[in-house]
């Protein structure tokens, strides 16, 4: 099988592969991609014990309903349910050019600067349009999701690192900074903690959309299709057998819903 496991590693790749490609810029003397905040122990400590659990990414087929654990990322989806370093919150999210994204960000600096809950654990429930976020840039290239994304989206923009992110820390006032709304991006909310979980049920009806517009260049099964698509999951994307249902288990486990 094959696994990602290492989130730091993976989105330092990533951060250095946009630096090349002119879509994001490097951050001089930063060498820490986290940006939680210093106090966070619980939540740092959580974040480097999630991105070791191994993802499997060698999918063949799936089927329509998951009905075993190693169909998708139990163990890690089991982390995000034990995790009790501090408040735990989940959001409903299917509205890709929406303010998803803002929302959270707005959440975490609230919880972390004026609640002072460094140890906030904020988690993403993505399915609908907003699961398109999750795809790394080649499955948009190959399968023209920017066809179905809405609004004026021609590239996975959500994932390209921001010149926000080199931004010093410490500054948490900058309206230039990672914590501004310059900093309103999947990957730079993943260096602050923010769990994003992926939706197989997403998956499957994408797979099944992209079949019937012809936008299936190697003319592949809905189910290899569907398992193609996990492969292309974002790094330290936590794949769930369908997100609505796992929010229950996570209102459940004590998380507070927000829609």
């Given at each position: 099988?094959?696994?990602?496991?290492?989130?730091?590693?993976?989105?330092a790749?990533?951060?250095?592969?946009?630096?090349?490609?002119g879509?994001?810029q490097?951050?001089?003397?930063a060498?820490?991609?986290?940006?939680?905040?210093?106090?966070?122990?619980?939540?740092?400590?959580?974040?480097?014990?999630?991105?070791?659990?191994?993802r499997?990414?060698?999918?063949?087929?799936?089927?329509?309903?998951?009905?075993?654990?190693?169909?998708?990322d139990?163990?890690?989806?089991?982390?995000?349910?034990?995790?009790?370093?501090?408040?735990?919150?989940?959001?409903?999210?299917?509205?890709?050019?929406?303010?998803?994204?803002?929302?959270m960000?707005?959440?975490?600096?609230?919880?972390?600067?004026?609640?002072?809950?460094?140890?906030?654990?904020?988690?993403?429930?993505?399915?609908?349009?907003?699961?398109?976020?999750?795809?790394?840039?080649?499955?948009?290239?190959?399968?023209?999701?920017?066809?179905?994304?809405?609004?004026?989206?021609?590239s996975?923009?959500?994932?390209?690192?921001p010149?926000?992110?080199?931004?010093?820390?410490?500054?948490?006032?900058?309206p230039?900074g990672?914590?501004?709304?310059?900093?309103?991006?999947?990957?730079v909310?993943?260096?602050?903690?923010?769990?994003?979980?992926?939706?197989h049920?997403?998956?499957?009806?994408?797979?099944?959309?992209l079949?019937?517009?012809?936008?299936?260049?190697?003319?592949?099964?809905?189910?290899?299709?569907?398992?193609?698509?996990?492969?292309?999951?974002?790094?330290?994307?936590?794949?769930?057998?369908?997100?609505?249902?796992?929010?229950?288990?996570?209102?459940?486990?004590?998380f507070v819903?927000?829609?």
């Open positions: 099988m094959e696994f990602t496991t290492n989130r730091r590693g993976a989105l790749t990533l951060g250095a592969g946009l630096v090349m490609s879509l994001a490097a951050a001089p003397g060498p820490d991609l986290a940006l939680e905040p210093t106090g966070a122990k619980n939540l740092r400590e959580f974040s480097r014990r999630l991105a070791a659990i191994p499997r990414r060698d999918f063949k087929t799936v089927p329509m309903i998951l009905d075993k654990p190693d169909l998708w139990a163990a890690a989806l089991d982390a995000v349910m034990a995790y009790k370093g501090g408040p735990r919150q989940v959001w409903d999210h299917t509205d890709l050019t929406g303010s998803w994204l803002n929302g960000r707005n959440t975490v600096n609230t919880q972390v600067f004026a609640f002072k809950e460094p140890n906030f654990l904020c988690v993403s429930g993505t399915h609908g349009a907003a699961h398109l976020a999750l795809y790394d840039q080649a499955s948009w290239d190959k399968y023209q999701l920017a066809k179905i994304a809405g609004g004026n989206i021609a996975n923009t959500f994932i390209v690192v010149p926000a992110a080199s931004h010093d820390p410490a500054d948490f006032q900058s230039d990672a914590f501004s709304p310059k900093g309103n991006n999947v990957t909310l993943q260096r602050r903690g923010v769990v994003f979980l992926a939706c049920n997403a998956i499957w009806e994408l797979a099944d959309r079949i019937k517009a012809d936008q299936n260049p190697d003319h592949l099964s809905v189910e290899a299709l569907a398992a193609e698509l996990s492969n292309r999951l974002i790094p330290d994307a936590v794949l769930t057998p369908g997100v609505v249902p796992t929010m229950v288990r996570l209102e459940i486990a004590g819903y927000t829609r």
